[in-house]
């Protein structure tokens, strides 16, 4: 049965027709077309499809949209600038060369804002953990940690956000 | 996988809106709450439903709630909540730190303590430390509400007490007994996002001189359909001072005591060495511990 | 050296000599990374077209079973479903090795693996393709499955391909020198069986295909997740039977191959034989499990090693017998099985080695290339095999090696040419950074540390078919508009080749990177490449731009010479200026310079091209694995195990590399990090099973374990002082170099951790335990 709900993705409201099989990833990547969420493997192991619902990095692919309509959620495409600079974080990611393919990225990026949203200051080892369900197959996740680190330390200096 | 099945949606806002739901619909439903299982059985069509009812959003039946025994964990609960509550770590950390090992972190922002008992996997994480740390399941329905250990509310795999109209609502964790302390390990591959090969959870009570075992609690999971309590480690340590020949007895006994099957995560013979080596660990971790508490 | 180095002008190029570039060598950010961290970048998958429906595949549940009747009518009843195809709508075989091909976009007749697709539905929705393909009867008469080559080679009764008796692939031998006198003359011989183990890439990204078939027109446009889009364009025009001229394909940005995507995928045919059929643009995106029944990951082996050894540890000869698991179609098989050959090659001086082996047909998703193909598995053996022959002579594991290391201008039994090696200097600096003399042999039971060499080619020699041209092209258009734009067919697949590519050509040229564009990935638009495989891009391209570039300066110098009132030889060009070396105050803007050209002459626009030699007088399959050059590295890593569960903790790995000059070190540093990860995830857990009735058991990322953040070690990756004169700007591979080392690193770590010495992948912890308990039964702890 069709119904049409409202989503809030980066802040603007998106009117939709779901079915209440829709999977918010499909309707984020489908029907709004923000293809920045990506899907890896459909069954939550990879962490490709993160999004953050009201802030908490969750996945996508294992979220039911109608289960989403009064939530605020955020994907890639709203991490960036307003007028389209890179946030800091994204600007640690290609300094620190931690982008390859890049297709894990946006779901990783967003695991690791969500890490220093709620610890600013997290050892290496928290850092390793919060990224733990988002796989890279590129960069042995080296780069990244010390990315999301250089993050850690520029929001602890400058109370960048 | 998309999901085929053509289910209804239900969203109830409180819990007495749940369980008319459960009473009117309860044997044609499934409940939503993390998804990270329903889901994915959804999306590979190893379930179908006509009714999917989401309780995730349901305010009293989520949140950690300190009493004066004890302290009150509702179903909807999510694990990373558990995960991160500072006030938890002192006196349940064996729970804390079980679920800080479930899944991924965005797996654990979605999954909820009633979901993963509830789901009744025999590789579940939290079953184990909530039994270690002698908790109540409460289970409500329209009828009223019943209380079980969760030892015994699992009976195999993806199986469990509850009626077609119930459902657990919240988990009561007595304050901890002083000289006592839990403890809880798992072992798979990977260091992260591991269905565990096997994991246990120890309570350890010393009497008043802090050396003698005054009573033991040994649970293991992921060794048979459902969480084994084991007999012969409490027969053992209770009475007694903790040492090495006794360590070593008590991986024997819970070795003697799981019945793991080899599956394409691990063989049977691995997984009992694992447990004699967890058992031995835990014991040992949480004997230290109960003589510092 | 022959033709190719002919044009490059490279003995009179200053910064040849000094090694002062100035683009070159730089860790720039990568041009698509901000649209990539901003999520704005399109994968296959990301792309819609007007009218576009979906295709989905319907693959068997069976190993191997005869087909004996498809229905598919009950599925075309069912609303919104536009059109089924099965084997019947595509009988021409195709595959990447063209004398060799036997796979079909859609099993004809018969399927031979889990996972084979039997029929493909194109539908308006996904859901509705899922559900139409719920709906196609499929009738099987059902085969017993080989699962294991060991046993495939006996059974001529039950061949999985009719023309392969004992379902051999296909075998070779090499004999070069002898051998068997030198074994017997040998003062030590070690002969020991190894097995390797199935795994697969595990990109994120899984293959997606877009076809556009314009009936109006009879031209095809197909997007696609594709690392080699000119083999993949010449099986379409075969399978599909149209010219190669009415096919387009543009390879949108790829999200990992590692070689997996180095075939074509059947969903890019069946995108374009559904599109053709329904006459509406289609697009196919796998599911994981499709990733998995697709494969093309690297081969299992059970190889047998045989190295002999003079009184003083030089290696006197190798014996290497191969049995190869192809799993159920051609493939890279023919390659990879005779890359195995070769690897066995270098580092080391070898001077007697025969190759003996057969790559065997098996109802399992094909095998095929898969970073550091055909070298992973015999250094597995052979580094192995290299600290026990060290420990029988006393020697470190150190000293033999150096010992035994090939050094520059070396040429191989098999006629393989080093024209430059630091692998010495490889083995010496990870041996110092990692103190590793100081540790080896000397740390508490269950904490080990082991050293591993390794190699691998940097480019390949020779075509997948007989052919002459060029192996790569290269255009360099200059103008007022646009600057610098290179036009290159090259493939970048997550690695960087398309910032590689523009850092080469703004050296050459003068410019800063950022005033290079580069047109990559289209066969309409782009020029001529081979395709992403073999390490072969940096070398190829490099040479194939900087031959462009120095064509492009030796028109714009006159101009600038004119115009600063000097000799064309007096000029250079850097860092956007055309300067008076012997007065290099005196200057002129290099856009000028080319304002002044294109007013005077008209457009700029120059092509380069890169064809690597070819070698004479060597033996059967002896030309795969022959490259231009060679990258090297050395590993050590430091395992710490937990003695009561058996899991092996890899604690640190460092790594030294010869990867000639470094095009961008930050990037080089990723290619290693990426292979330690992969290397280390093959060492300890990742493994395809796949049940005695060929069922896939564990076709998800749930259970087939890839590592995660917290499984990584801590990576010291150093790259040596290098500068290889034959390669351009003196850089070559650094993609599936490090990867080589990196098992046996880990295995000859457990052994110095617990004195047992592993011959089978994964290292699993249940493995472990057992050879720890039986450490312990005889008393060594």
Not at chain 3, 195 to 215: C, K, M, R, T, W
Not at chain 3, 415 to 435: A, D, I, R
């Amino acid at each position: 049965m069709k119904q049409l709900i409202t989503l809030n993705i980066n802040n603007q409201n998106y009117d939709v027709i779901v079915t209440p099989m829709d999977l918010l990833v499909d309707v984020i990547r489908k029907a709004i077309g923000l293809t920045g969420t990506k899907k890896g493997c459909g069954q939550g192991d990879c962490g490709a499809c993160t999004v953050l619902i009201d802030g908490q990095p969750k996945l996508s692919c294992l979220t039911l949209a109608i289960t989403c309509a009064d939530k605020k959620i955020i994907t890639i495409e709203g991490i960036a600038n307003e007028d389209g600079t890179l946030h800091p974080i994204q600007d640690a990611f290609l300094d620190h060369g931690a982008v390859q393919c890049g297709f894990c990225t946006p779901g990783m990026i967003l695991s690791a804002k969500a890490l220093i949203d709620r610890n600013p200051n997290p050892s290496q080892k928290e850092i390793k953990t919060a990224i733990s369900g988002n796989t890279c197959r590129c960069t042995g996740y080296i780069n990244i940690v010390s990315a999301i680190e250089s993050y850690a330390n520029l929001v602890a200096e400058k109370g960048a956000k | 996988m998309n999901i085929l099945s053509n289910f209804q949606y239900h969203a109830p806002k409180t819990k007495a809106e749940v369980l008319d739901l459960l009473a009117d619909i309860g044997d044609k439903s499934k409940m939503l709450a993390g998804g990270t299982d329903l889901v994915i059985m959804l999306k590979e069509k190893m379930i179908q439903t006509e009714n999917v009812i989401n309780i995730a959003d349901v305010k009293e039946l989520s949140g950690i709630k300190f009493t004066d025994n004890g302290v009150e964990i509702g179903a909807c609960t999510t694990i990373s909540e558990i995960e991160n509550s500072k006030e938890l770590v002192e006196k349940y950390g064996a729970l804390v730190y079980a679920a800080s090992q479930l899944g991924s972190y965005q797996v654990r922002t979605m999954a909820t303590i009633g979901g993963n008992i509830s789901h009744s996997s025999p590789c579940g994480e939290t079953p184990a430390p909530l039994s270690a740390l002698n908790a109540t399941v409460v289970i409500e329905s329209k009828r009223g509400e019943r209380t079980v250990k969760p030892e015994d509310f699992i009976l195999g795999n993806r199986q469990n007490i509850l009626e077609k109209d119930e459902m657990v609502t919240k988990f009561i964790i007595p304050e901890p007994v002083a000289h006592s302390a839990a403890t809880y390990g798992n072992i798979g591959l990977r260091n992260a996002m591991e269905i565990d090969a096997v994991n246990m959870a120890v309570n350890i009570e010393l009497e008043d001189d802090k050396k003698t075992i005054k009573s033991a609690k040994l649970i293991m999971g992921s060794v048979a359909p459902k969480p084994i309590v084991s007999e012969g480690v409490p027969s053992l340590l209770v009475g007694k001072e903790l040492n090495d020949e006794l360590i070593e007895k008590v991986g024997e006994a819970a070795m003697s005591e799981a019945t793991p099957i080899s599956d394409v995560r691990a063989s049977a013979e691995y997984r009992k060495d694992v447990v004699g080596a967890l058992a031995r660990r835990l014991t040992k971790e949480a004997y230290n511990k109960a003589m510092e508490a | 050296m022959g033709k190719m180095y002919e044009v490059s002008n490279r003995y009179n190029n200053y910064r040849d000599y000094t090694k002062e570039f100035t683009e070159v060598g730089r860790s720039i950010r990568r041009p698509d990374g901000a649209d990539k961290v901003k999520g704005k970048v399109q994968y296959t998958d990301d792309l819609t077209l007007p009218r576009m429906v979906y295709g989905k595949l319907l693959r068997s549940k069976h190993a191997h079973a005869n087909i004996v009747k498809i229905d598919y009518s009950k599925a075309m009843e069912l609303e919104g479903v536009l059109g089924v195809i099965t084997g019947e709508d595509c009988p021409i075989p195709y595959g990447i090795v063209p004398h060799n091909a036997n796979e079909h976009a859609l099993a004809v007749g018969k399927v031979r693996n889990w996972g084979e697709p039997v029929a493909a539905v194109a539908a308006v929705t996904e859901e509705i393709a899922e559900k139409a393909l719920e709906l196609i009867e499929v009738e099987y008469d059902v085969l017993e499955a080989i699962v294991d080559p060991r046993e495939a080679v006996k059974r001529d009764d039950l061949r999985i391909h009719e023309d392969a008796p004992n379902n051999i692939s296909y075998e070779g031998i090499q004999v070069y020198g002898d051998p068997d006198k030198a074994l017997a003359e040998s003062d030590y011989v070690l002969e020991q069986d190894y097995y390797s183990s199935y795994v697969n890439h595990g990109f994120i990204e899984p293959q997606s295909a877009l076809a556009d078939f314009d009936v109006a027109t009879g031209k095809l446009h197909l997007y696609a997740t594709c690392q080699v889009p000119h083999y993949t364009h010449q099986q379409l025009a075969k399978v599909l039977e149209m010219p190669l001229s009415k096919i387009r394909i543009t390879v949108p940005l790829i999200g990992g191959g590692f070689g997996g995507k180095g075939v074509a995928s059947q969903a890019d045919f069946c995108s374009a034989l559904l599109s053709r059929k329904v006459g509406r643009p289609v697009k196919i995106t796998y599911e994981r499990s499709d990733v998995f029944a697709t494969n093309n990951g690297r081969h299992p082996c059970y190889m047998k090693m045989k190295l002999g050894f003079d009184k003083t540890g030089k290696i006197t000869a190798c014996d290497f017998t191969n049995l190869m698991d192809g799993g159920a179609y051609a493939g890279w098989g023919i390659v990879v099985l005779f890359y195995t050959a070769s690897m066995v090659h270098i580092p080391y001086m070898i001077p007697n080695v025969r190759f003996d082996g057969k790559r065997v047909y098996t109802n399992k998703p094909t095998c095929g290339a898969f970073r550091g193909l055909g070298g992973v598995q015999p250094r597995f053996a052979m580094e192995q095999m290299l600290d026990q022959a060290a420990a029988h002579f006393g020697m470190d594991p150190y000293e033999i090696r150096m010992l035994n290391a090939a050094e520059s201008g070396y040429t191989a039994m098999s006629k393989m040419y080093v024209p430059h090696t630091e692998y010495k200097k490889c083995l010496t600096e990870c041996v110092e950074k990692s103190g590793y003399k100081e540790k080896h042999g000397k740390l508490p039971f269950g904490k080990g540390i082991g050293l591993s060499g390794g190699y691998y080619i940097s480019g390949t020699s020779y075509t997948l078919y007989l052919s002459y041209k060029p192996h790569t092209v290269a255009t360099i258009k200059v103008d007022e508009e646009n600057d610098v734009t290179v036009y290159c067919g090259a493939t970048d697949i997550g690695q960087g080749v398309d910032m590689v590519m523009a850092q080469m050509a703004a050296e050459t040229l003068g410019v800063h990177t950022e005033d290079v564009t580069v047109i990559p990935r289209d066969t309409k638009i782009s020029t001529f490449d081979l395709g992403t495989f073999a390490s072969r891009l940096t070398f190829a391209t490099g040479w194939a731009i900087r031959q462009a570039a120095e064509k492009i300066n030796a028109e714009l110098k006159p101009v600038a010479a004119g115009m600063l009132g000097i000799r064309g030889d007096e000029v250079e060009v850097q860092g956007g200026e055309f300067y008076n070396i012997y007065k290099p105050n005196k200057r002129v803007p290099w856009r000028d310079v080319v304002s002044s050209y294109i007013q005077t002459n008209g457009p700029l626009t120059k092509t380069g091209q890169f064809t690597p030699p070819r070698r004479k007088g060597i033996q059967q399959g002896g030309n795969i694995g022959h490259s231009p050059s060679f990258g090297f590295s050395a590993q050590i890593a430091e395992v710490d195990i937990d003695l009561e569960t058996g899991k092996v903790n890899v604690v640190k790995i460092t790594e030294a590399g010869d990867c000639g000059v470094a095009i961008n070190p930050q990037s080089v540093e990723g290619q290693v990090h990426g292979s330690i990860g992969m290397g280390l995830g093959q060492a300890l857990y990742e493994e395809m099973k796949i049940a005695p009735d060929g069922t896939f058991c564990n076709p998800s990322f749930h259970d087939y374990k890839v590592p995660t953040a917290l499984d990584m070690p801590e990576i010291d990756a150093n790259i040596v002082d290098a500068y290889d004169p034959s390669a351009p700007y003196g850089a070559k591979e650094s993609g599936e170099g490090p990867i080589q080392p990196t098992i046996p690193a880990i295995f000859n770590a457990v052994y110095d951790a617990i004195g047992v010495r592993f011959t089978e992948m994964p290292l699993t912890p249940e493995k472990v335990l057992n050879a720890i308990k039986e450490q312990k039964a005889k008393g060594v702890f």
